[in-house]
């Protein structure tokens, strides 16, 4: 009689998913430093020159430019040293933990929730519940994880060389927003980040879960690394592509002083004002090597995980069956 095979638990896919997404974020960070310096770039001015001069009661400051990913990893670290390439890791880590274990460990039972609720035959029905899911999981993970995004975004704004700190750490983050803009200053980008990540968790999880079966299906690849990786970094390229300008508008409101923008929107009207659909697409390529690396060792490390965690819980199951035999 053949082996039942077990699926992993809710529990199991939570645990895993949060470990895999911190293990990926520990790797990726300083690309996402990067992302946010260049995003908000410029921000508030309709013509930016080689350097900017703001002023200062002492002495005037030059603000640090940012060219390219590489060269803004490189000027970071040479400017205010390598431990900046890590602001904001702390509160990275805490919204890791709390919305990749709900978006990606309630995926697969909210996907079989819809495909039981609604029923039809159209052949596309098994890609919409799966958009759907994803939807779904993602908008529900950042209602718990808002706060650590906020942090974690002003902390990578930050820039030390550009004048004192703002914040010396995420509790101190948390603190001051609370105490500047109160409890509502921590969910401040709610609803763009809400849109942000339900359409980013439908591309990746969609996109990945899709490419993954067809790889599999059509015998190109077996269930391994190499189909993990391929899978990954298309799901990454995608959802990039959808997610970027949201993903834009999100950190300028999130990193903004209030009263800067009225809205999202508005923010969005005034970015477009200032420099056109480019300015949606800042950042692109740090976006998607942040993304797309990001992709690949969290999907990699989450396979891999859920793997030998069911490996080890069924050789306990087979070391109890055959201590109770004996």
């Known amino acids: 009689m053949p082996t039942e095979i077990q699926q992993p638990t809710i529990a199991v896919k939570f645990v895993c998913a949060g470990t895999a997404a911190c293990m990926a974020d520990m790797i990726t960070f300083p690309l996402d430093t990067a992302k946010v310096r260049l995003q908000i770039q410029g921000e508030g001015n309709k013509k930016k020159s080689a350097s900017v001069?703001?002023?200062?009661?002492?002495k005037p400051v030059t603000e640090v430019r940012y060219k390219g990913v590489f060269g803004t990893i490189s000027t970071i670290a040479r400017v205010e040293g390598p431990r900046a390439l890590y602001n904001g890791v702390s509160a990275g880590l805490q919204r890791q933990m709390c919305f990749a274990s709900i978006r990606l460990g309630l995926y697969d039972s909210v996907r079989g929730f819809y495909q039981n609720t609604i029923s039809s035959d159209l052949p596309a029905f098994n890609v919409v519940t799966r958009i759907l899911a994803g939807m779904t999981t993602g908008a529900t993970a950042i209602l718990f994880a808002q706060p650590t995004d906020v942090v974690k975004v002003r902390l990578q704004a930050q820039n030390k060389a550009g004048g004192a700190k703002r914040y010396s750490g995420a509790f101190d983050a948390y603190k001051k927003i609370v105490k500047a803009d109160g409890v509502r200053g921590l969910w401040r980008g709610t609803l763009p980040n809400i849109a942000r990540n339900a359409v980013i968790n439908s591309a990746e999880l969609v996109v990945y879960d899709l490419t993954k079966e067809t790889i599999i299906k059509r015998r190109i690849l077996p269930d391994s690394l190499p189909?993990?990786?391929a899978s990954a970094i298309f799901a990454g390229f995608v959802a990039t592509c959808v997610a970027s300008p949201i993903d834009v508008v999100k950190t300028r409101f999130m990193n903004s002083n209030p009263g800067l923008y009225s809205g999202a929107i508005d923010c969005a009207a005034k970015m477009f004002k200032e420099g056109g659909i480019k300015s949606f697409y800042k950042g692109?390529?740090?976006?998607?090597?942040?993304?797309?690396?990001w992709n690949v060792f969290m999907f990699i490390f989450y396979e891999q995980l859920k793997k030998r965690v069911m490996e080890h819980k069924k050789q306990r199951r087979i070391q109890h069956q055959g201590t109770q035999v004996a």
Request: glycine share 6%.
């Open 53 to 58: 001069i703001t002023k200062s009661l002492s």
């Open 227 to 229: 189909c993990h990786f």
């Open 284 to 293: 692109f390529i740090p976006s998607f090597m942040r993304l797309g690396s």
